[in-house]
């Protein structure tokens, strides 16, 4: 089984932290974006993987290569960002004729990933939502039948939100519906393919498509949703521990639910709830709550909350909510 992770895209809605950092390598609950779909995906027997890479892509090429040594994997390159169908057609190669997974880099949900790998059937994952007009939307029929799917409707016939999630068993037929949109350009909106248009041409042509419901959609676009998605799974994580982590840093308070990675400093702080830092931070006299802080960072005499801060970054003395990028150094004191 393989599976198609897109991350090539800029997260502009995150900047500037994405500036210097792909949004996929951004950390959550002790990880990041990428590792949670791939543990997810790995755990429920795919074993090829093909990332498609742009912006920032070495990154992402290093950060792989690292984490998961044994990982059987491609890289396809989109040198220009024309849309999700395009970076899926883009991987055409890799996969063939096979039954393929897709999963959005940035869609982190919590679903039996194993049972939808069993399926006879194509699925879409969706998740209902209250405004629909800004996603892809699928309108279903008796049993969950997918009877049309469109992106982003101006007037919309169903509340259910595709969450980027894609099983698809007839992989030939998906390429051959994403090479005659492309070749006619009659689904190129602003510069960009959908996969959108691509798959309710499958539909029309007769394949059966079923909708599977999420448990939950985590939504990993903006800062303060990925804020609250860090909180949400650091929750999760420490209802399953059957002790809590103990943290050596004498000085300091830790309120659960936390995420600290090794090599950190912490003197003298109290940090949490709901915090990820990554690792080989250090952190003296300051207190942080609801924040995600990233690797080899310094923070003094701080006190933070709902706070994003890059790796790399050096923040001495102020009490604010800040989204500061990576290699940033900032002195209010």
């Keep these: 089984m393989k599976a198609i992770i897109p991350v090539a895209g800029a997260g502009t809605k995150l900047r500037p932290l994405t500036y210097t950092q792909p949004k996929a390598l951004i950390p959550i609950a002790g990880k990041t974006i990428l590792s949670v779909i791939v543990d997810q995906l790995s755990d429920a027997g795919v074993t090829e993987f093909v990332f498609v890479i742009g912006y920032l892509g070495e990154k992402i090429q290093r950060y792989i290569a690292k984490t998961y040594p044994n990982l059987n994997y491609t890289l396809i390159t989109q040198n220009d960002r024309r849309g999700t169908g395009h970076a899926i057609y883009l991987t055409k190669e890799a996969v063939q004729d096979e039954e393929v997974m897709i999963v959005l880099g940035d869609t982190v949900c919590d679903y039996n990933v194993r049972e939808i790998l069993g399926s006879k059937i194509s699925q879409i994952g969706v ?26 409707p101006l007037i919309p016939k169903s ?22 949109h492309m070749n006619e350009r009659i689904d190129e909106e602003e510069g960009e393919y959908h996969l959108t248009n691509a798959l309710q041409y499958m539909i029309e042509q007769g394949i059966h498509f079923n909708a599977f419901r999420v448990n939950n959609w985590f939504d990993c676009g903006k800062k303060e949703t990925l804020l609250s998605t860090n909180a949400i799974l650091l929750k999760q994580q420490n209802d399953e521990l059957t002790e809590p982590v103990k943290y050596p840093f004498d000085t300091t308070v830790i309120i659960q639910p936390v995420s600290i990675a090794e090599g950190c400093k912490i003197y003298n702080s109290i940090i949490g709830p709901n915090v990820t830092i990554g690792e080989y931070t250090t952190i003296d006299s300051s207190i942080i709550k609801d924040s995600i802080i990233g690797s080899y960072a310094e923070l003094e005499e701080v006190v933070l909350h709902s706070s994003i801060i890059g790796n790399d970054a050096y923040v001495r003395g102020l009490s604010q909510s800040l989204n500061i990028g990576d290699n940033t150094e900032i002195d209010l004191g």
Excluded at 146 to 152: C, F, H, I, S
Excluded at 161 to 178: F, H, N, S, T
């Design 159 to 180: 509340n259910m939100a595709m969450v980027g999630i894609y099983y698809i068993k007839e992989a030939r037929k998906l390429y051959e519906a994403l090479s005659k």
């Design 127 to 152: 998740r209902k939502v209250d405004d629909p007009r800004s996603f892809g939307v699928a309108e279903l029929g008796d049993d969950d039948k997918v009877l049309k799917v469109v992106e982003k």
